[in-house]
T-cell receptor
Framework: EDQVTQSPEALRLQEGESSSLNCSYT??????LFWYRQDPGKGPEFLFT???AGEEKEKERLKATLTKKESFLHITAPKPEDSATYLC??????????FGTGTKLQVIP | DAGVIQSPRHEVTEMGQEVTLRCKPI?????LFWYRQTMMRGLELLIY????????DSGMPEDRFSAKMPNASFSTLKIQPSEPRDSAVYFC?????????????FGPGTRLTVL
């Protein structure tokens, strides 16, 4: 069974304080890893897809990286509007998407 | 584009009652997914359809849950009879499955409370 573990569960940062979120996974035949952002009371919003180890994707202050066992979401100089829950998900060989439980990020002005 | 539309946004019902959740996917998308989100278990895939055909329903927790997709623009998730442990936020998502890995677009969710 595919498994996704995200850490930390919650992270509180000062505005401008860079950090990283971790997503560790166990999957049979990884076809892709996804990062989503979820704001309170809303559905997840797609951020990135990573296909293979060594790949990196960037969007504004966010950069996602992938290794054979984990992915990191790096947040550089975060702003309060980056506060949200960040979800990681994997698509394995069984064509099924498995989500982690997320990291709740709070950026304080 | 209106995005994925779900109704109702909130549902409060009593144990034993039937609950029907509705979803309209993004026009042109050919895959539709139903998820359940709770604090304890996070986001769980219940079932997904491709071209209106159920492909994987292994996430449906019990026979009390059923889902249909009668056409490309409408799907329902029904719970009968409902139980308090079914209380959660239910999301519908859609995507265009062609080549590569399609991103899923999520609706705003239905918050279900079973008393």
């Amino acid at each position: 069974e595919d498994q996704v573990t995200q850490s930390p569960e919650a992270l509180r940062l000062q505005e401008g304080e860079s950090s990283s979120l971790n997503c560790s996974y166990t999957v049979s035949g990884l076809r892709g890893l996804f990062w989503y952002r979820q704001d309170p009371g809303k559905g997840p919003e797609f951020l990135f897809t990573l296909y293979s180890a060594g790949e990196e994707k960037e969007k504004e202050r966010l950069k996602a990286t992938l290794t054979k066992k984990e992915s990191f979401l790096h947040i550089t100089a975060p702003k309060p509007e980056d506060s949200a829950t960040y979800l990681c998900a994997v698509l394995g060989g069984y064509q099924k998407v498995t989500f982690g439980t997320g990291t709740k990020l709070q950026v304080i002005p | 584009d209106a995005g994925v539309i779900q109704s109702p946004r909130h549902e409060v019902t009593e144990m034993g009652q039937e609950v029907t959740l509705r979803c309209k996917p993004i026009s042109g998308h050919n895959s539709l997914f139903w998820y359940r989100q709770t604090m304890m278990r996070g986001l769980e895939l219940l079932i997904y359809f491709n071209n209106n055909v159920p492909i994987d329903d292994s996430g449906m927790p019990e026979d009390r849950f059923s889902a249909k997709m009668p056409n490309a623009s409408f799907s329902t998730l029904k719970i009968q009879p409902s139980e308090p442990r079914d209380s959660a936020v239910y999301f519908c998502a859609s995507s265009f499955q062609n080549t590569g890995l399609p991103m899923q677009f999520f609706g705003p969710g239905t918050r279900l409370t079973v008393l």
